[in-house]
């Protein structure tokens, strides 16, 4: 079946610029992750998405950064006045509902350079 | 909060050869250990995963090991072929919502 889809798959944009990523998870995963992987670096966890319960933002780096998932499927990343530091892929995990609901299946990714 | 440490940070082997990435972990509450691969320009795929209930796993020429006492939990590759050429993170997960990842391997294969 379809896996976790991304879009856009590159992103360049001017410092002070909004910007929005969105993620399709694989149908009937109920929990989304967002990560953020500087160049050469691990994954950084950013907000985590499950059901309807309130999302944990444990990870966003500043207030610039804010998620949403609607209807308990597609979720858009927005980063505020994007910053030069911000420039980095960002990934979207999903995982099934169940006892193996810490399998995390990661989208491709969404590259974003801020000049 | 959970610290997950990955080692060597690059690895060369001959085709054919067996390699071997170390991690090792901070939180004896983690009880999940997945190994992603991410070739370039793409996401990470989800290679082999083992939980704290069991010491070994394996899946043809992939195989994971877990030392809970130690907290240190390894993956080896046998008989490498170039299009295992990638990056190698390693992940942890207790109680967070989170997977925590190694800095990654960059594991190269010669023909």
């Known amino acids: 079946g379809a896996g976790v889809s991304q879009s856009p798959s590159n992103k360049v944009t001017e410092k002070g610029k909004d910007v929005e990523l969105r993620c399709d998870p694989i149908s009937g995963h109920t929990a989304l992750y967002w990560y953020r992987q500087s160049l050469g670096q691990g994954l950084e966890f950013l907000i985590y998405f499950q059901g309807n319960s309130a999302p944990d933002k444990s990870g966003l780096p500043s207030d610039r950064f804010s998620a949403e998932r609607t209807g308990g499927s597609v979720s858009t990343l927005t980063i505020q006045r994007t910053q030069q530091e911000d420039s980095a892929v960002y990934l979207c995990a999903s995982s099934p509902p169940g006892g193996y609901q810490e399998t995390q299946y990661f989208g491709p990714g969404t590259r974003l350079l801020v000049l | 909060g959970e610290n997950v440490e990955q080692h060597p940070s690059t690895l060369s082997v001959q085709e054919g050869d067996s390699a071997v990435i170390k991690c090792t972990y901070s939180?004896?509450?983690?009880?999940?250990f997945p190994w992603y691969k991410q070739e370039l320009g793409k996401g990470p795929q989800l290679i082999i995963d083992?939980?704290?209930?069991?010491g070994e796993k394996k899946d043809q020429r992939i195989a994971v090991t877990l030392n809970k006492t130690a907290k240190h939990f390894s993956l080896h590759i046998t008989e490498t072929q170039p299009e295992d050429s990638a990056v190698y993170f390693c992940a942890a997960k207790g109680g967070a919502n989170n997977l925590f990842f190694g800095t990654g391997t960059r594991l190269t294969v010669i023909p």
């Open positions: 939180d004896s509450a983690s009880n999940y």
């Open positions: 083992i939980r704290s209930n069991v």
